[in-house]
């Protein structure tokens, strides 16, 4: 019984690999099991990284992980979904960035017009008014972002 939870843990371990590898690498832990070893030499891939190691990166980026799907699925759809939504967190993340900014810079004009007189016509509503558009677009974007990365995560 010991030996089938072992084989069980190294296929959920494993499951990134191609299934032949799994069952070569459960051959390996059964013979490891058979001369008493509790640990196996790990299969190792050197030089390149293959594309589909990536594309399996950015697909479970955007979801949740199930071995379960992966043994049955060992291909690379959902790559160009993971790398969307990736990428589309690091838009929203620059956009509450670019609004933080834009508020402070809007905060620091309004701070300076009874010297500067930049904008002689308008009052304290309208610098109001602006300013509070910048803290809600930030609000918005830093809400989404975070929904996302909690998805994501």
Request: net charge positive; glycine share 6%; proline share 2%.
């Amino acid at each position: 019984k010991h030996l089938q939870i072992q084989k069980t843990a190294s296929l959920r371990r494993n499951c990134s690999y191609a299934p032949s590898k799994l069952l070569k690498d459960a051959k390996l832990a059964e013979e490891a099991a058979k001369k008493g070893k509790l640990t196996t030499i790990e299969h190792r891939e050197k030089e390149k990284v293959p594309l589909s190691v990536y594309g399996k990166y950015f697909s479970n980026a955007a979801r949740k992980f199930d071995y379960r799907d992966e043994l049955k699925h060992a291909n690379n759809n959902g790559i160009g979904f993971g790398i969307f939504v990736i990428v589309f967190e690091g838009i929203l993340l620059v956009l509450a960035q670019a609004f933080d900014t834009t508020s402070d810079i809007w905060l620091s004009f309004w701070s300076e017009e009874s010297q500067k007189n930049r904008f002689p016509e308008q009052d304290d509503q309208w610098w109001l008014m602006v300013w509070s558009i910048f803290v809600v677009c930030l609000g918005i974007f830093a809400f989404c972002s975070s929904a996302l990365f909690g998805y994501l995560s």
